[in-house]
């Protein structure tokens, strides 16, 4: 069974200090991963993917985030962290290849940044 | 585009009583998915849909869930009779799935219907 875990309920980071919100994952299969970002009282919004090809992935707002095969980790940066990042943060995973599967989330990671 | 419209925004409602919520999909889109979130568990897939039929309605908790899509445009979640227990912020998703795996599962949320039973 797939699953994804962010082992840290929440990160707090000061503007313009680097970010990192962390998830590994667990597939039998090769995966695919995505971060989603959650605003108060909105709901979740595409920030990036990993499907194939480099690591490191860009996505939306600065962010970006590598892929390590080895350690099973799709862990989310920034080099400089914004007062408007904070957020709810989903990782959430796919077995690739499995078209009918589904995208599990995982529990979410409150990124606070302090000014 | 509007987005994926969800209505209503909040349900207040008794225990015992019938909740209906309504999903309108983006336009195009073709997979269709309903979404729970409680701070207990996180967020759960109830059910999904692709081309209007339902694929996996494995996270539905109880048979008093269900779920339709009668077509492209629309799906409800209904829950009878509701229960405390049922609280939570419901929202629905939809996203285009095709062949290029390059343009699949990008996911567009609704601003989700937060439910309330008392």
């Known amino acids: 069974a797939q699953s994804v875990a962010q082992p840290e309920d929440q990160v707090n980071v000061a503007e313009g200090n680097p970010l990192t919100v962390k998830c590994t994952y667990s597939?039998?299969?090769?995966?695919?991963l995505f971060w989603y970002v959650q605003y108060p009282n909105r709901g979740l919004q595409f920030l990036l993917k990993y499907i194939t090809g480099d690591n490191l992935v860009k996505g939306s707002y600065g962010f970006e985030a590598e892929f390590n095969k080895s350690q099973t980790s799709f862990h989310l940066k920034k080099p400089s962290a914004l007062v408007s990042d904070s957020a709810l943060y989903f990782c959430?995973?796919?077995?690739?290849?499995?078209?009918?599967?589904?995208?599990?989330f995982g529990q979410g990671t409150e990124l606070s940044v302090k000014p | 585009d509007a987005g994926v419209i969800q209505s209503p925004r909040h349900e207040v409602t008794e225990m015992g009583q019938e909740v209906t919520l309504r999903c309108k999909p983006i336009?195009?889109?073709?997979?269709l998915f309903w979404y729970r979130q409680t701070m207990m568990r996180g967020l759960e897939l109830l059910i999904y849909f692709n081309n209007n039929v339902p694929i996996d309605d494995s996270g539905m908790p109880e048979d008093r869930f269900s779920a339709k899509m009668p077509n492209a445009s629309f799906s409800t979640l209904k829950i009878q009779p509701s229960e405390p227990r049922d609280s939570a912020v419901y929202f629905c998703?939809?996203?285009?799935?095709?062949?290029?795996?390059?343009?699949?599962?990008?996911?567009?949320f609704g601003s989700g219907t937060q439910l309330s039973v008392l």
């Open positions: 597939v039998s299969g090769n995966p695919y």
């Open positions: 998703a939809s996203s285009l799935k095709t062949r290029t795996v390059a343009t699949n599962e990008k996911l567009f």
């Open positions: 336009s195009g889109h073709n997979s």
């Open positions: 959430a995973v796919r077995e690739a290849g499995n078209q009918g599967g589904k995208l599990i």
